[in-house]
């Protein structure tokens, strides 16, 4: 019952963001050879939404855990980041949990994601542009 719980919520998630998979422009972060980690996202055409993923891969005893990730193709404003498709209880990968960053700090800094859960783990990261009022 957990697994198919879970997987109704995958199948929501990916519904949510598929016109920005599908659709949006793709920036490769980290490739994945010569890493034992990769990552690439996607931004929809207007930038107001993008999505991360990163993925760990056999790290073996020495892991390298991924430094600084710098993000592409968002902009100056704000965004909400929200990791998806994570099972309940599991350790969340983001050190502050769901946070609004600046566009910029995203791109000139990047995330930090913590892939502590073994080996080949990995996680979803949905961003949403925060429009002033």
Not at 5 to 20: H, M, Q, S, T
Not at 98 to 126: K, Q
Request: a neutral charge; proline letters at 4%; hydrophobic letters at 35%.
């Amino acid at each position: 019952p957990g697994d198919v719980e879970f997987a109704k919520r995958c199948v929501a998630d990916y519904k949510r963001i598929r016109d920005v998979v599908q659709g949006g422009d793709l920036y490769r972060l980290v490739s994945p050879y010569g890493s034992s980690y990769a990552s690439l996202m996607y931004v929809s055409d207007d930038g107001a939404r993008a999505v991360v993923f990163i993925w760990g891969l056999n790290r073996g005893p020495n892991r390298e855990y991924p430094s600084r990730i710098r993000l592409k193709g968002l902009s100056a404003a704000s965004y909400r980041l929200v990791e998806i498709t994570r099972e309940r209880g599991a350790r969340a990968h983001l050190a502050d949990g769901d946070v609004v960053i600046s566009g910029n700090v995203l791109m000139d800094f990047g995330l930090e994601p913590m892939l502590s859960n073994g080996d080949y783990d990995s996680c979803v990261i949905e961003l949403t542009r925060q429009d002033r009022d």
